[in-house]
């Protein structure tokens, strides 16, 4: 048996994203690995309340410059597109906060007076919530990247699990981080003219990454049709809509997930995960 890797995503924050992730989670009748890395903000275990038992920093290497051997050349400073370095007369001043650790200053210094230091960026918890096993990335405020965080998390993924991915919202760096290696990529929208926006431009990055994927319309009504036509138009199959309801609201306020507020949306959302290992496993077809 082969990993499942599925992950939840949105072109926008706000639409019910975590919601589904955490309900997709609970829902499954076998041993989930879940992975919260909307590292800037997670917020999964509100929802999932796991015991969080083992923590572990999330280091960067950062340029380090020995002004003694320093030929001011401003080497560095032309090749960082981050700006993380600046070359004055007799001074190399370094910015560790906007550093991605690309390598570029140390590697082409001609004298080779810069090495390297670790910089703390953030952390990676992890524990259990029955049969799921959590793990959560926290970018440390003020931290300027968070691909390294979400690689390090991608690293404890087991071998022959269903894993659970709740992506950061958007369409940057970050989400397509996540989202590469992953077996489906289920986009989260809401029937609005902004959430066929980011759908939009969501589906374009996970077909640039060619990854089988579907949509769940959230807070779906029959007052705005466009995002259906859209999929139609797409072949974007539209795996489930979970309606407006006052009940599911009130209990995310609370955080109550909404198969627990409605316990007969598990067996749809159980539905959502038959049809995904069906298209992982080659038996349906679906968009790329």
């Known amino acids: 048996m082969e990993n499942t890797i599925i992950t939840i995503a949105s072109g ?17 009748r076998q041993t989930v690995q879940f992975l919260d890395c909307d590292v800037e903000e997670p917020n999964a275990h509100i929802f999932l309340k796991p015991r ?4 572990e920093a999330v280091s960067l290497d950062i340029p380090h410059v020995d002004h ?5 050349c401003g ?35 001609p004298e080779k007076a810069i090495t390297t230091n670790r910089r703390e960026i953030g952390l990676i918890k992890s524990g259990s919530a029955e049969n799921i096993h959590f793990t959560q990335g926290e970018l440390q405020v003020g931290t300027a990247t968070s691909p390294p965080i979400i690689k390090a ?48 431009i969501a589906l374009q990055v996970v077909r640039v990454l060619d990854i089988p994927c579907g949509v769940i319309i959230n807070r779906g009504t029959d007052v705005y049709s466009k995002v259906e036509t859209f ?4 072949n974007l ?35 959502v995960l038959n049809h995904i290992k069906g298209v992982t496993a080659g038996e349906r077809t679906c968009c790329h």
Request: proline share 5%.
């Open 12 to 28: 926008k924050g706000g639409t019910g994203k975590t919601t589904v992730a955490s309900c997709l989670a609970m829902s499954a």
């Open 52 to 55: 969080l038992t083992r923590e």
């Open 68 to 72: 003694n051997k320093c030929s001011f």
């Open 75 to 109: 080497r560095c400073a032309e090749i960082c597109m981050f700006n993380a370095l600046a070359v004055l007369a007799d001074e190399v001043l370094t910015f560790p906060e906007l550093c991605h650790s690309c390598g570029g200053c140390w590697t082409l210094c």
């Open 153 to 200: 998390m991608k690293k404890t993924i087991q071998k022959n699990s269903l894993v659970i991915i709740d992506a950061p919202p958007g369409t940057s760096c970050p989400v397509v981080e996540t989202m590469e290696g992953s077996d489906f990529v289920l986009l989260v929208t809401e029937p609005t003219a902004m959430g066929l926006n980011d759908l939009a």
């Open 231 to 234: 999929c139609r138009e797409n």
């Open 237 to 271: 199959p539209v795996l489930m809509k979970i309606a407006v309801d006052r009940a599911i609201a009130e209990a995310y306020a609370m955080g109550i997930p909404a198969v627990e507020a409605k316990p007969e949306l598990r067996e749809d959302f159980r539905k």
